[in-house]
Nanobody
Framework: QVQLVESGGGLVQAGGSLRLSCAASGRTFSRYAMGWFRQAPGKEREFVARIGWNGSFIAYAASVKGRFTISRDNAKNTVHLQMNNLKPEDTAVYYC????????????????WGQGAQVTVSS
């Protein structure tokens, strides 16, 4: 059974930084892409960033490019999202996700999801 557990959320002032982590278990972590999504109050869930199984094929939403960095540590079964220069509009619940299939599968919607971590950015 695949489990994803996010940590590192919290309250920060605009311009500050936070680092989210997602610990995965239940299968061979290094074979699967990983992604981060977020959902703000009253809005639909949106893509933030994703990283391929071997650390390549990194992509970001335009709204976070240049401020957020996704990385993974396959030895520790963990993916991170470093968030710098945070803005109030970054306030949301952040979710870690992984597809059902290995390697080139990037269908996160049909995959596995964590419980979410709240990030609140005050102005």
């Amino acid at each position: 059974q695949v489990q994803l557990v996010e940590s590192g959320g919290g309250l920060v002032q605009a311009g500050g930084s936070l680092r989210l982590s997602c610990a995965a278990s239940g299968r061979t972590f290094s074979r699967y892409a990983m992604g981060w999504f977020r959902q703000a109050p009253g809005k639909e869930r949106e893509f933030v960033a994703r990283i391929g199984w071997n650390g390549s094929f990194i992509a970001y939403a335009a709204s976070v490019k240049g401020r957020f960095t996704i990385s993974r540590d396959n030895a520790k079964n963990t993916v991170h999202l470093q968030m710098n220069n945070l803005k109030p509009e970054d306030t949301a619940v952040y979710y870690c996700a992984t597809p059902q299939g290995p390697y080139t599968d990037y269908d996160f919607q049909s995959g596995y999801w964590g419980q979410g971590a709240q990030v609140t950015v005050s102005s």
